[in-house]
């Protein structure tokens, strides 16, 4: 389904198959390298995987994500990411998508005059992206302890 709040449709399947069967995955034969172009056409990295998975017949489960942007009942609330959870069970988390792989953290969505200033705003975001980072991981493991 699409991203809450977006118009745009998810490229492809949540990849917890990775996990579970890796003999399907390479079998899917698709990269995550991006391919010159088809970013100007929608597509994000790996978009060939949704196509390759139904296509082969297989079945997939929508998890639930809640944006912690604007849902702040989860245990990251206080870290912009992504939570996810199984349809069934909204108590406890299954996952958890921080940053998308920014160097700056989230901070690349922030957008006030402060994070556009030359220099003074690269080393900010460096910095909040570390703090960010440093509290993701700290939760991360907190929950995995308990």
């Known amino acids: 389904p699409p991203i809450k709040g977006s118009p745009k449709f998810q490229d492809f399947p949540f990849s917890y198959m990775v996990f579970l069967e890796t003999e399907t995955y390479k079998n899917l034969n698709c990269s995550f390298m991006p391919i010159a172009g088809m970013e100007t056409k929608g597509c994000d990295t790996g978009y060939l995987i949704r196509e390759r998975f139904f296509a082969n017949q297989f079945k997939a ?86």
Request: glycine share 4%; with cysteine; net charge positive.
């Open 61 to 146: 489960l929508c998890f639930d994500d809640h944006n912690t942007r604007h849902d702040k009942n989860g245990p990251y609330f206080e870290i912009l990411c992504a939570e996810y959870y199984w349809p069934w069970d909204q108590e406890n988390i299954l996952s958890c998508h921080f940053a998308r792989g920014s160097s700056d953290g989230v901070t690349k969505y922030k957008y006030r005059w402060y994070y556009q200033v030359p220099f003074f705003s690269s080393l900010l975001k460096k910095f909040l992206g570390k703090k960010d980072r440093k509290k993701w991981i700290l939760k991360t493991y907190e929950l995995i302890n308990s």
